[in-house]
């Protein structure tokens, strides 16, 4: 059975391919990964709660551009201005944690999700004093006592704590997580990440003012590991935190496996991520019937075999009006490639060698027996 990690460029719109590599030579252009240049792209977005029940009213961002959606939680955006690979939506609603979604985005309609988790109380815990929250599955906060306003006054009084997980395991994950699996690392670089599991905090006070960690002052989090990644959970890993402002996950400090557990100290509280980091190589993908016309609509994975059980699914996407796809994958590893038409029928797998190229092309061909009709454009 996979297992339902996710990587970097997850749900990403990227135009994907599969074919015979023998007919085309892989593209030999040595260059870093880049988020590409500005494109005009619509997007056609859902916004939805954890029970998958849709969100009306809520506020969504694109550069500064607002929309709210409508009573089906249904949003649009038309001949939006964004980078190639870096579409970056936010979502807001009283009673929710804010969400948002980084989209790497294809010519043609573009569709997304963002799954809002609810601002529910955990535990309340008082100023002063070391205290621990603790969730179902283990998952543990400790907390040294001080804490401050966002302005940096100190905070004397309750503090309402608000802890969320997420399982690498869990099917949904992708949709409850901000952002995309992309990062920025201490050196600078652009990383993809594979999830070893996540943890949202969020302080109230009495109030209901917004708290913060006291500056200098560190707080410990200790995150279950997923049993399908305990054989390969290396003994450290780097944590991340989400810049809400930007889109990235930024690399700040490690967490240690003690255990079946990460664990690691933080500065401050907003989404915090346990990764395992990687080099990125740009795939592009180019879907074309027999006769040369190109495929729109076919869904795109690619599996690392370094992986936990040997199969970790990516899911890069579904290739765009001109049948193609640009994808972030993992440098220098075996992946295997599967292409599944606008049925869901899996029409193409084949196994991509590993390489050191920064740019790689891959090339499918659906026989006419085979073929699958463009969407139309009406």
């Known amino acids: 059975m996979k297992t339902n990690k996710l990587l970097f460029l997850g749900m990403a719109v990227l135009s994907l391919v599969f074919t015979n590599c023998d007919s085309k030579e ?5 260059s870093e990964f880049t988020f590409g240049n500005v494109v005009s792209r619509d997007f056609k977005g859902k916004i939805v709660d954890i029970n998958n ?3 009306a009213n809520a506020t969504i961002s694109l550069n500064g551009y607002e929309v709210t959606t409508n009573s089906s939680g249904i949003f649009s955006y038309v001949n939006a201005n964004v980078k190639e690979r870096f579409a970056y939506f936010t979502a807001k609603k009283e009673g929710y944690l804010d969400g948002s979604r980084l989209v790497m985005s294809h010519e043609g309609l573009n569709e997304l999700t963002i799954m809002m988790l609810p601002m529910d109380v955990t535990a309340t815990i008082p100023t002063g004093v070391v205290s621990e929250v603790t969730l179902p599955n283990t998952t543990k906060v400790t907390f040294d006592g001080s804490f401050m306003l966002e302005n940096g006054t100190a905070y004397n009084g309750d503090v309402k704590v608000i802890v969320n997980h997420l399982d690498a395991a869990d099917p949904k994950v992708f949709d409850k997580m901000p952002g995309n ?5 201490e050196d600078g670089s652009i990383s993809g990440m594979e999830t070893y599991g996540m943890i949202n905090v969020e302080l109230r006070g009495d109030d209901n003012q917004k708290l ?3 500056t200098g002052h560190t707080a410990n989090i200790s995150l279950p590991i997923a049993a399908n990644q305990l054989d390969t959970a290396p003994s450290t890993i780097p944590l ?3 810049n809400e402002t930007s889109g990235m996950w930024e690399e700040n400090g490690f967490a240690r496996r003690i255990g079946g557990k990460y664990v690691g100290n933080v500065s401050h509280f907003s989404w915090w991520n346990c990764d395992y980091a990687y080099p990125v190589a740009t795939l592009n993908v180019f879907v074309t019937n027999a006769d040369g016309t190109p495929v729109q609509g076919v869904r795109v994975t690619i599996s690392r075999q370094a992986g936990s059980t040997g199969d970790v699914l990516m899911d890069l996407g ?3 009006a001109n049948g193609s796809l640009s994808a972030g994958v993992p440098r220098n590893e075996v992946l295997t490639f599967r292409a599944y038409n606008v049925n869901g029928v899996l029409i193409n797998t084949q196994q991509l060698p590993a390489s050191n190229l920064a740019v790689r092309n891959v090339y499918v061909v659906i026989p006419f027996n085979d073929r699958v009709a ?3 454009k009406n």
Request: hydrophobic content about 35%; glycine content about 8%.
């Open 26 to 30: 892989e593209a030999t252009k040595e």
């Open 53 to 55: 029940n849709p969100i």
């Open 181 to 185: 699996l992309i990062g920025e690392r």
């Open 212 to 214: 913060q960690i006291t």
């Open 240 to 242: 991340w935190h989400f």
């Open 318 to 320: 579904i290739t765009g």
């Open 374 to 376: 463009a969407p139309s």
